[in-house]
């Protein structure tokens, strides 16, 4: 007899949804109720969770109306996913965007902002000659870390907005109680940024396929762990679920990758243990939208809770270890799947309607701070409390 998951939140215990209809007229308004219950900073209009007052703008170029409209169908079965786009008008004004360090210190490719983006006008430059025609540079929180205050800017021009861009969980982020008062705006993988940019997300197919192609897999379960934590609780979950299953484990404590490539390593693989490295709100990295779904493997996600993921993603596109009562479950479910073609292959339904994107760093972050900059106008705001917003 097969495990019965603790929640039936996946194709084998629950009905098939119908394909996601046009909203009605007048919709939004309900959207924007039950999106608040997520994102409470909706409650009030389309306004930053800390800009004073209902009728500001929201700064996320993402989060307009249609990512609003996304944001609740992918939270609902219909599951939509996210869209980016405010649009580009044909008389827009060049923007600058100033990158004050290269993140890593890594040289990035930048300048694609209209070939691979669509957005007009937007100059992006590692230059700190240019600083003060930029409306907007961006600060990377670890290298702001390396080299401290005392190496921003020495001159602000009024006007020019101030980013605070990071990536990493709260977990992994230091020093930020000496940042107020320095940051206009916030930019991470979190819905309430002022510029929201993610690790990943769907977009609607441009060739819907009515059939699936699916790869040859051969085998069954897969991780790809560079840093490897006792502490941590996707080690401690892995030790737990290896008693009931075998898993090939790559990296610095594993195997090593096929032709140095974690793609090529997972393609071959049924599943894959997207465990993050700590659990935060909508902290859903590359782990997921790279190494799983860009392999054509079901990730088993250890991360926020199931309801966040499918803020994201369709509900029947991943296995969440919440949905069982433990290891052993989880285990046996695994291998019920590998055994049904069928079951096996429902959670790739999805890639009938929607495609995978993920994030480029940096260029993609830098090119949407364009859109942010036109959709902000010159409202003017600065962010007091980082370290209670981030760290909440």
């Known amino acids: 007899m097969r495990p019965r998951p603790r929640r039936l939140l996946h194709p084998l215990g629950r009905r098939r949804q119908p394909a996601m209809e046009p909203p009605e007229p007048g919709l939004l308004c309900r ?3 039950r999106l608040a219950r997520r994102a409470p900073w909706l409650r009030h209009g389309f306004s930053s969770p800390r800009a004073p007052g209902p009728k500001r703008r929201l700064l996320a170029a993402g989060l307009s109306c249609c990512t609003v409209l996304a944001l609740y169908a992918a939270s ?6 996210p869209v980016w786009g405010r649009g580009n008008d044909e008389g827009d004004e060049p923007v600058t965007v100033l990158m004050w ?11 694609g902002c209209q070939r691979r983006f669509g957005i007009r006008a937007c100059n992006v430059t590692t230059d700190r000659g240019r600083q003060l025609e930029a409306q907007a540079v961006v600060f990377h929180h670890r290298n702001l870390i390396t080299s401290g205050l005392r190496h921003l800017p020495r001159v602000r021009p009024p006007g020019q907005r101030w980013v605070w861009m990071n990536l990493e969980s709260p977990t992994h982020t230091q020093s930020l109680q000496d940042r107020a008062g320095i940051f206009n705006w916030t930019m991470s993988y979190r819905v309430d940024s002022d510029i929201f940019v993610p690790y990943g997300y769907l977009r609607p197919s441009q060739t819907p396929a009515p059939h699936l192609s699916m790869p040859r897999k051969t085998k069954l379960v897969a991780w790809v762990i560079s840093n490897w934590n006792e502490g941590q609780a996707r080690v401690r979950y892995y030790r737990q ?7 090939d484990v790559y990296g610095a404590h594993g195997l090593e990758l096929k032709d ?7 393609s071959e693989y049924k599943f894959y243990l997207a465990f993050e490295n700590s659990q935060h709100p909508d902290y859903i990295t590359e782990k997921l939208w790279r190494n799983a779904f860009t392999s054509w493997a079901v990730p088993v996600v250890l991360g926020p809770a199931r309801s966040n993921y499918e803020l994201f993603i369709p509900s029947d596109s991943f296995i969440h ?26 959670y790739f339904a999805w890639r009938k309607r929607y495609d995978v994107h993920v994030t480029s760093f940096w260029e993609e972050h830098s090119c949407r701070v364009c859109d942010a900059v036109r959709t902000a106008g010159k409202q003017a705001k600065t962010i007091q409390n980082l370290a209670t917003w981030f760290e909440s």
């Open 31 to 33: 959207l924007r109720s």
């Open 241 to 247: 679920l290896m008693d009931h299953l075998p898993i």
């Open 101 to 111: 360090w290269e993140p890593f210190g890594e040289s990035q490719r930048l300048g």
């Open 321 to 346: 270890i919440d949905d069982f009562p433990g290891p052993r479950q989880l285990a046996l479910y695994l291998k019920f799947l590998d055994k049904n073609k069928s079951r096996y292959q429902s």
């Open 76 to 81: 609902s079965p219909r599951d939509l996913p």
């Open 260 to 266: 140095n490539s974690v793609l090529k390593t997972v």
